[in-house]
Each structure stands twice: as structure tokens, then as C-alpha cells.
């Protein structure tokens, strides 16, 4: 059995599907997705440990190659709710307080992830000026995805401030002609 090395040092079971399901949610198809977990799976059996780190840069690496979006995706959603930020060859730098600059605008980071749907606003204002600097609509779309998805699976958000987020991204969606996105099951 293949260990995984978290970045807090703590190992665990190495588990295909947990990669899978943070490829879909990035965007990749169900294809892509599937490629990229059986050649990891074959990387991975040749060793005996691995860490996060390693597993995020060997799918990066594929995923840039097979769908830009959804690497592009992926890089946003680490950024928004993990507070880190990708360099080349998927390294990150992890932020943990302080400022940084992101687009236009100095933000202060504190805590990982979303806590509000202002916030949430926030990032489509950023993803709208964005569009205006000529990022084209399949990388805008991927983001949103990834930005709809995460938000969804974040725990510490209150109820209503996920229902007032999903409005704010459907709006936007509509906005640019899209489909609004539909929930699966009850939040």
C-alpha cells in the first residue's frame, strides 16, 4: 500500500478516486480525468511513499498538456480555497498571512478558503475584469466551475451565505448568455 505525505507530515492511504474527483471538479472530462489517474496510479505503485506536493505536480504537468482549463481551474481553486499560489511545474508557495497581489487588487489573506458570499462577489468582479484583459471564456468558465464547486463542498460557510453565492454566480453566468448551474441535491 502506497502512503501519502501530507504537508502537516501526516500519512495516509494513497486513494485514485480522491484525485479523480478534484480532477472533475477542476473541470477536466471524464476522460482526461480517468488518463491522468491510471498513469499517476502506475507512477505511484513504484513507490513506496509519496507527498501531496509531488501528486499535484505530476497532475498538473498531464493536466496542462490535456486541458489547459481545467489545470488553469485547478491553479484558481488552490489559490481561492487553499491560499496557495502556482509557480511553473505546479510548485506553490503557500500563504498563510500577510498581502499579496492578485490582479489588480492587494488582498489581504487570512484563513483558507471563502467564508461569504461577499467575498464570492469579490472573486466574479475579478474574473469580469478578467474577460476585459482578454481571458478567454473557456478559462473563465473553468474557474467558475471551480469557484461553484469549491464553494459548495466548503463546510464553514453558513447555509444562506451558499445560497446567496450561487445566485451571484448565476447571475454572472447569465450575464454572459450561460446556462445558470443547478444543484445535483439540497444544500
Given at each position: 500500500?502506497?502512503?501519502?505525505?501530507?504537508r502537516s507530515g501526516r500519512e495516509e492511504e494513497y486513494l485514485s478516486e480522491k484525485v479523480y474527483n478534484a480532477l472533475r471538479d477542476a473541470g477536466?472530462?471524464?476522460?482526461?480525468?480517468?488518463e491522468i489517474v491510471k498513469e499517476l496510479d502506475e507512477w505511484v505503485k513504484k513507490r513506496g511513499r509519496i507527498s501531496t506536493d509531488e501528486i499535484r505536480r505530476f497532475v498538473l504537468t498531464r493536466l496542462r498538456k490535456l486541458e489547459p482549463e481545467a489545470a488553469e481551474a485547478w491553479q484558481f481553486y488552490d489559490r481561492v480555497f487553499k491560499g496557495r499560489i502556482t509557480f511553473e511545474d505546479g510548485?506553490?508557495?503557500v500563504v498563510e498571512?500577510?498581502?499579496?497581489?492578485?490582479?489588480?487588487?492587494v488582498k489581504d489573506?487570512?484563513?483558507?478558503?471563502l467564508s461569504n458570499a461577499e467575498e464570492v462577489r469579490e472573486i466574479l468582479e475579478?474574473?469580469?475584469?478578467d474577460m476585459e484583459y482578454g481571458l478567454?471564456?473557456?478559462v473563465i468558465n473553468a474557474r467558475l466551475y471551480a469557484l461553484f464547486m469549491g464553494m459548495l463542498k466548503k463546510k464553514d460557510m453558513p447555509r444562506e451565505e451558499k445560497l446567496?453565492?450561487?445566485?451571484?454566480?448565476?447571475?454572472?453566468?447569465e450575464e454572459l448568455g450561460w446556462k445558470p448551474y443547478e444543484l445535483k441535491k439540497p444544500l
Open positions: 500500500m502506497v502512503r501519502v505525505v501530507k477536466a472530462s471524464d476522460e482526461v480525468a480517468r510548485k506553490t508557495v498571512r500577510g498581502r499579496l497581489y492578485l490582479g489588480r487588487k489573506i487570512g484563513g483558507k478558503g475579478e474574473l469580469r475584469e478567454s471564456p473557456k446567496k453565492s450561487i445566485e451571484l454566480i448565476n447571475k454572472f453566468r
